[in-house]
């Protein structure tokens, strides 16, 4: 019997491991191959060497236009951005939230926790229509603001959890030592927090890099400013696209490949976070 | 460099008062502490000192300088923090330097203070070294480096001694005294533990649910406490204390419970009171001395140097119980110092007193100074 | 710091004031860029935006509740539907990921050889940027180039038209679903599994539990708070989950997966020349009311409120 559970555990395991891997493995071979993938019958689960080629990373990186660097600069611009300011705000409101005992604290954080239960996505609208008014359409500015809003409170409680463990007498012996509460947050309290830091900037980068509902609304009429998920879009709804998948699975691996990276370097800091706030809860 | 003084120090809560109308002058360059149970209010009282709490009501002064409105980092005082509260990313050398950093101190000078200070505590090796990988023991040198480096108008320890092993602990504290009197500034030490305050302070201060119930040297203490709850907590092993009553005999007075008797001088009239008298003032004999009481041996407790016996008093034998057992008869134990093999359970002993050391206390715990007892009769 | 909880209202402002200097960026961040864009849409949800005609691009008019009465009562309107798919939607793909979630958490929660191995590529789907896999994924659903249909021709089923009927539609959907989410809701479950003192197994065990028993009796208690947070998150997410809906059937066929979100698009950005502003902001104000509403409910039965506040 004992026999049998362990076998049937490693076939769930495998199952569940081939049906996570499965699509990426697609991609990445998709994206190596040379196959037209436009017909049934080509569909080949492993290629032979001599069906893969670079030339679908070629013409990405080459041959479009707007250029791959260009959609690369534009996303790098707004996440970066974004994630900058975003960072800024999560680690103020942490620290506030944290160590201080303010009156209405209790108020304040119902308060944003109630407003970050609005769903993102309802307010492309407003936001477009808001911001057509003031003519900020097809701006880097009008478009690095609403991103810079998105994880803030999410950021924000996080910063606040993490502080919340680092223990009120290093801040104590820092105010001994002779800083003023301001300087001890800045020279003391935030380089300690330097991993959930990271992780919140992270967070605050990827939603802006991968979005395109939001862009797409804004960013109209310029290409020069289109991000990388507007290029992704595009070439997966047109005709070269469709024939040659390759060409979007290429993209798609170079358009992850700072995400999954970062991702894979970080991953004790994101599952650490993300089950400390779920056990508690 | 310039002493502390309190006046009428309260800080109340909404539930309770952890400071209770707290006045005392601590003097420059003494070694102050303040010695108190859990939730005393010890260590409330030096963060008021430091900075850290608000009082409700009263003053503090530094020098003569009033620093009620003087934020922690404006006060010129050095903590040296229970849980040391080292920098945890920064290294030793990083973490002693850093108050001078902040004054922006030049660098040169920097670098000598620090290193001066490593080397008389010995933590010279551990500079480059983060917090994490020392010991408890020399986290807490780091700690004091970091406060004395500062060179600050008088040391404040919240219990810096408490986490460590009990043997660095003993010389941690030989160690601490030294630093004082080659530093000769103020120290205020807090702590729960009363042989640490009697061997360290030049002055103790005692505290019980926020009030100061004496502050004197600790010979004074021990040999003259304000109260019952002072004279129980200081000393070890804890002092004996019989409840009993004052009764005429004659003109005079005694003090009676049980099989023990002491004339008593300085009474006012009958009613309850209760002798205390510490452990090495009660005498173990093994033949009966002058006016000594039998007893059982019921309990002998080797703690090395203070063993102590625990005894039972065979009670008196009286009019209404011949025999000297009845029913009413509570028995009257005591314990003793003495070397823990020279008895066993169940052994006869005389009991005697050294009536001249007894202190007397009121039912509700307040020293009667003027009672004392002799066994010469008065 | 020092427990202030205790002092007085002033005594508490003189001292922590700074606190609202570093939550003033915030707060004009929330109320600019949150509350006002709500209290915008449904401004707009009451007017005839983009509904009324040519002219109602630059003058529109407030007209009341006649968007939503005309939603709700016109035969040819699709608010049910919305509301139908929105709740198919999240309900259906939150009890899949709990199920799939448990069970591969329990499976994990064994001393096995290579767990860790397993669980890092399991994490796989979930660290890869959602918008890029479903992408992919649309294109593997296709019934003549999709890959999926490919692979069942090869082992000799025939191929399924997905994205044509509405059942099979939701099917795709729901796997897509599933494997965008199931690692985070293993990686949760298994955590918290991991909490739970063996000795209580042992005991159950000693007792005459058998694993079902001990899986009923003792892990989903303990797992019960998580289950509830998580499972309310996931409903919340989903429920306002874009891309899944938009990329891979656009709400159809038909109107058969269309949810609230994904139908105020439409009519916002993806009517041409002739956005309907109005009914686009009158869908994203009935989603909100629909999201604020379960959330509320859930908080309420349940006493989520952590005291993480002091």
Same mark, same amino acid.
């Given at each position: 019997m004992r026999i049998a559970k362990r076998v049937a555990t490693h076939v769930i395991l495998i199952a569940a491991c081939l049906f996570a891997l499965f699509p990426i493995y697609f991609i990445i071979i998709t994206s190596f191959s040379t196959l037209p993938i436009a017909s049934i019958t080509a569909h080949v689960l492993v290629p032979k060497p001599s069906q893969l080629t670079l030339a679908s990373y070629h013409a990405i990186l080459y041959d479009q236009s707007p250029s791959f660097a260009s959609l690369l600069e534009n996303s790098l611009i707004f996440a970066g951005s974004a994630a900058a300011i975003g960072l800024g705000l999560a680690a103020f409101t942490g620290f506030a939230l944290s160590k201080f005992q303010f009156p209405g604290r209790r108020t304040f954080v119902y308060f944003i926790l109630i407003i970050s239960l *609005?769903?993102? *996505?309802?307010?492309i609208l407003p936001f477009y229509l808001m911001f057509a008014k003031i003519g900020l359409i097809d701006t880097y500015i009008g478009l690095i603001i609403p991103y810079s809003a998105g994880a803030v409170v999410f950021s924000g409680i996080l910063v606040k959890n993490y502080m919340d463990s680092i223990p009120d007498d290093i801040e104590e012996a820092a105010l001994m030592d002779g800083l003023g509460r301001t300087e001890a947050f800045f020279r003391v309290l935030l380089p300690l927090c330097l991993p959930i830091l990271g992780l919140a900037a992270f967070l605050a980068f990827i939603g802006p890099y991968t979005d395109y509902a939001l862009a797409n609304v804004f960013l109209t009429a310029d290409p020069t400013k289109w991000t990388l998920a507007l290029g992704l879009y595009n070439i997966a709804n047109t005709d070269t696209g469709q024939q040659n998948y390759g060409l979007v699975t290429a993209f798609a691996m170079l358009m992850s490949l700072p995400i999954v990276a970062f991702y894979m370097a970080f991953q004790r800091y994101i599952i650490g976070g993300l089950t400390l706030g779920a056990v508690r809860g | 460099m310039t002493g502390i003084r309190l006046e009428h120090v309260t800080k109340r809560f909404k539930t309770e008062t952890a400071v209770d109308d707290v006045s005392a002058q601590i003097e420059d360059g003494e070694f102050v502490v303040i010695l108190g149970a859990s939730g005393s209010g010890k260590s409330t009282i030096l963060r008021i000192i430091a900075g850290l709490e608000v009082q409700t009501q009263g003053h503090v002064y530094i020098g003569d300088m009033l620093?009620?409105?003087?934020e922690p980092r404006d006060r010129n005082l050095a903590m040296v923090f229970q849980t040391y509260a080292l920098y945890p990313h920064l290294s030793i050398y990083q973490n002693i330097a850093f108050s001078l950093k902040i004054r922006h101190v030049p660098r040169e000078e920097i670098d000598r203070a620090v290193r001066q200070v490593a080397a008389r505590l010995g933590i010279s090796e551990t500079l480059e070294r983060r917090p994490a990988q020392l010991s408890g023991g020399q986290r807490q040198r780091v700690a004091l480096a970091r406060a004395i480096v500062r060179n600050p108008e008088a040391f404040l320890l919240d219990e810096?001694?408490?986490?460590?092993?009990a043997k660095i602990r003993t010389t941690a504290r030989i160690e601490l005294k030294r630093i004082h009197s080659e530093l000769k500034q103020t120290f205020v030490f807090v702590t729960h533990d009363q042989a640490e305050a009697m061997t360290l302070a030049d002055r103790l201060a005692v505290l019980n649910h926020g009030r100061l119930l004496q502050f004197d040297t600790p010979q004074k203490i021990m040999s003259d406490p304000a109260s019952q709850y002072v004279a129980s907590f200081v000393g070890s092993p804890e002092m004996v204390f019989l409840e009993g009553n004052v009764v005429t005999k004659g003109t005079a007075f005694a003090f009676v419970d049980g099989p023990v008797e002491l004339p008593l001088m300085g009474t006012g009239g009958p009613g309850q009171i209760t002798v205390g008298i510490r452990p090495w003032d009660v005498v173990l004999t093994r033949e009966s001395r002058d006016g000594g009481l039998l007893g059982r041996v019921t309990g002998v407790e080797r703690l090395g140097s203070s063993d102590q016996i625990f005894i039972d008093l065979m009670p008196a034998p009286s009019a209404a119980s011949p025999s000297g057992r009845g029913p009413e008869t509570a028995t009257v134990s005591l314990r003793a110092l003495a070397r823990a093999y020279d008895y066993a359970v169940g052994d006869s002993v005389y009991v005697g007193l050294d009536a001249d050391r007894a202190l007397f206390f009121d039912p509700q715990g307040?020293?009667?100074?003027s009672v004392t007892a002799s066994y010469r009769p008065a | 710091m020092a427990d202030l909880r205790d002092q007085s209202l002033r005594f508490r402002l003189r001292r922590e004031w700074p606190a609202y200097i570093y939550l003033i960026p915030t707060t004009v961040v929330l109320l600019v860029l949150n509350a006002y864009p709500i209290a915008y849409t449904v401004y707009i949800s009451l007017t005839d935006f983009g509904t009324g005609g040519p002219h109602s691009y630059l003058a529109y008019r407030y007209i009341g509740l006649t968007n939503y009465y005309t939603g709700f009562t016109t035969g040819a309107s699709i608010s049910w539907s919305l509301i139908e798919n929105s709740f198919i939607w999240a309900g259906g793909s939150v009890a899949l990921f709990l199920i799939v979630g448990l069970g591969l958490a329990t499976v994990l929660n064994q001393e096995i050889r290579g767990k860790t191995v397993y669980r890092t590529l399991m994490m796989l789907p979930w660290a890869m940027p959602a918008f890029i896999t479903i992408l992919v994924w649309d294109n593997m659903w296709q019934?003549?180039?999709?890959i999926i249909n490919g692979l069942l021709s090869q082992v000799g089923v025939a191929p399924v038209d997905w994205l044509q009927h509405p059942t099979t539609a939701w099917a795709a959907l729901f796997v897509t679903n599933v494997w965008l989410s199931f690692p985070f809701y293993t990686v949760v479950f298994l955590a918290t599994m991991q909490a739970i003192p063996k000795e209580l197994y042992e005991a159950a065990s000693i007792d005459g539990a058998g694993s079902l028993s001990k899986f009923v009796h003792i892990t989903l208690p303990y797992l019960r708070p998580t289950i509830i947070f998580v499972g309310l998150m996931g409903f919340l997410f989903t429920f306002n989950n874009f891309y899944p809906i938009f990329l891979i059937t656009s709400g159809g066929p038909g109107v058969s997966t269309q949810i609230f979100i994904t139908q105020s698009y439409k009519d916002a950005f993806e009517l041409g020349g002739s956005p309907a502003f109005s009914t686009a902001a009158m869908y994203s104000v009935l989603d909100f009311l629909f999201v604020m509403a379960i959330t509320f409910i859930v908080i309420w039965r349940t006493d989520l409120t952590r005291n993480w506040l002091k």
């Amino acid at each position: 019997m004992r026999i049998a559970k362990r076998v049937a555990t490693h076939v769930i395991l495998i199952a569940a491991c081939l049906f996570a891997l499965f699509p990426i493995y697609f991609i990445i071979i998709t994206s190596f191959s040379t196959l037209p993938i436009a017909s049934i019958t080509a569909h080949v689960l492993v290629p032979k060497p001599s069906q893969l080629t670079l030339a679908s990373y070629h013409a990405i990186l080459y041959d479009q236009s707007p250029s791959f660097a260009s959609l690369l600069e534009n996303s790098l611009i707004f996440a970066g951005s974004a994630a900058a300011i975003g960072l800024g705000l999560a680690a103020f409101t942490g620290f506030a939230l944290s160590k201080f005992q303010f009156p209405g604290r209790r108020t304040f954080v119902y308060f944003i926790l109630i407003i970050s239960l *609005f769903p993102g *996505f309802i307010m492309i609208l407003p936001f477009y229509l808001m911001f057509a008014k003031i003519g900020l359409i097809d701006t880097y500015i009008g478009l690095i603001i609403p991103y810079s809003a998105g994880a803030v409170v999410f950021s924000g409680i996080l910063v606040k959890n993490y502080m919340d463990s680092i223990p009120d007498d290093i801040e104590e012996a820092a105010l001994m030592d002779g800083l003023g509460r301001t300087e001890a947050f800045f020279r003391v309290l935030l380089p300690l927090c330097l991993p959930i830091l990271g992780l919140a900037a992270f967070l605050a980068f990827i939603g802006p890099y991968t979005d395109y509902a939001l862009a797409n609304v804004f960013l109209t009429a310029d290409p020069t400013k289109w991000t990388l998920a507007l290029g992704l879009y595009n070439i997966a709804n047109t005709d070269t696209g469709q024939q040659n998948y390759g060409l979007v699975t290429a993209f798609a691996m170079l358009m992850s490949l700072p995400i999954v990276a970062f991702y894979m370097a970080f991953q004790r800091y994101i599952i650490g976070g993300l089950t400390l706030g779920a056990v508690r809860g | 460099m310039t002493g502390i003084r309190l006046e009428h120090v309260t800080k109340r809560f909404k539930t309770e008062t952890a400071v209770d109308d707290v006045s005392a002058q601590i003097e420059d360059g003494e070694f102050v502490v303040i010695l108190g149970a859990s939730g005393s209010g010890k260590s409330t009282i030096l963060r008021i000192i430091a900075g850290l709490e608000v009082q409700t009501q009263g003053h503090v002064y530094i020098g003569d300088m009033l620093v009620d409105d003087y934020e922690p980092r404006d006060r010129n005082l050095a903590m040296v923090f229970q849980t040391y509260a080292l920098y945890p990313h920064l290294s030793i050398y990083q973490n002693i330097a850093f108050s001078l950093k902040i004054r922006h101190v030049p660098r040169e000078e920097i670098d000598r203070a620090v290193r001066q200070v490593a080397a008389r505590l010995g933590i010279s090796e551990t500079l480059e070294r983060r917090p994490a990988q020392l010991s408890g023991g020399q986290r807490q040198r780091v700690a004091l480096a970091r406060a004395i480096v500062r060179n600050p108008e008088a040391f404040l320890l919240d219990e810096p001694l408490s986490n460590l092993d009990a043997k660095i602990r003993t010389t941690a504290r030989i160690e601490l005294k030294r630093i004082h009197s080659e530093l000769k500034q103020t120290f205020v030490f807090v702590t729960h533990d009363q042989a640490e305050a009697m061997t360290l302070a030049d002055r103790l201060a005692v505290l019980n649910h926020g009030r100061l119930l004496q502050f004197d040297t600790p010979q004074k203490i021990m040999s003259d406490p304000a109260s019952q709850y002072v004279a129980s907590f200081v000393g070890s092993p804890e002092m004996v204390f019989l409840e009993g009553n004052v009764v005429t005999k004659g003109t005079a007075f005694a003090f009676v419970d049980g099989p023990v008797e002491l004339p008593l001088m300085g009474t006012g009239g009958p009613g309850q009171i209760t002798v205390g008298i510490r452990p090495w003032d009660v005498v173990l004999t093994r033949e009966s001395r002058d006016g000594g009481l039998l007893g059982r041996v019921t309990g002998v407790e080797r703690l090395g140097s203070s063993d102590q016996i625990f005894i039972d008093l065979m009670p008196a034998p009286s009019a209404a119980s011949p025999s000297g057992r009845g029913p009413e008869t509570a028995t009257v134990s005591l314990r003793a110092l003495a070397r823990a093999y020279d008895y066993a359970v169940g052994d006869s002993v005389y009991v005697g007193l050294d009536a001249d050391r007894a202190l007397f206390f009121d039912p509700q715990g307040h020293r009667l100074e003027s009672v004392t007892a002799s066994y010469r009769p008065a | 710091m020092a427990d202030l909880r205790d002092q007085s209202l002033r005594f508490r402002l003189r001292r922590e004031w700074p606190a609202y200097i570093y939550l003033i960026p915030t707060t004009v961040v929330l109320l600019v860029l949150n509350a006002y864009p709500i209290a915008y849409t449904v401004y707009i949800s009451l007017t005839d935006f983009g509904t009324g005609g040519p002219h109602s691009y630059l003058a529109y008019r407030y007209i009341g509740l006649t968007n939503y009465y005309t939603g709700f009562t016109t035969g040819a309107s699709i608010s049910w539907s919305l509301i139908e798919n929105s709740f198919i939607w999240a309900g259906g793909s939150v009890a899949l990921f709990l199920i799939v979630g448990l069970g591969l958490a329990t499976v994990l929660n064994q001393e096995i050889r290579g767990k860790t191995v397993y669980r890092t590529l399991m994490m796989l789907p979930w660290a890869m940027p959602a918008f890029i896999t479903i992408l992919v994924w649309d294109n593997m659903w296709q019934y003549e180039t999709g890959i999926i249909n490919g692979l069942l021709s090869q082992v000799g089923v025939a191929p399924v038209d997905w994205l044509q009927h509405p059942t099979t539609a939701w099917a795709a959907l729901f796997v897509t679903n599933v494997w965008l989410s199931f690692p985070f809701y293993t990686v949760v479950f298994l955590a918290t599994m991991q909490a739970i003192p063996k000795e209580l197994y042992e005991a159950a065990s000693i007792d005459g539990a058998g694993s079902l028993s001990k899986f009923v009796h003792i892990t989903l208690p303990y797992l019960r708070p998580t289950i509830i947070f998580v499972g309310l998150m996931g409903f919340l997410f989903t429920f306002n989950n874009f891309y899944p809906i938009f990329l891979i059937t656009s709400g159809g066929p038909g109107v058969s997966t269309q949810i609230f979100i994904t139908q105020s698009y439409k009519d916002a950005f993806e009517l041409g020349g002739s956005p309907a502003f109005s009914t686009a902001a009158m869908y994203s104000v009935l989603d909100f009311l629909f999201v604020m509403a379960i959330t509320f409910i859930v908080i309420w039965r349940t006493d989520l409120t952590r005291n993480w506040l002091k």
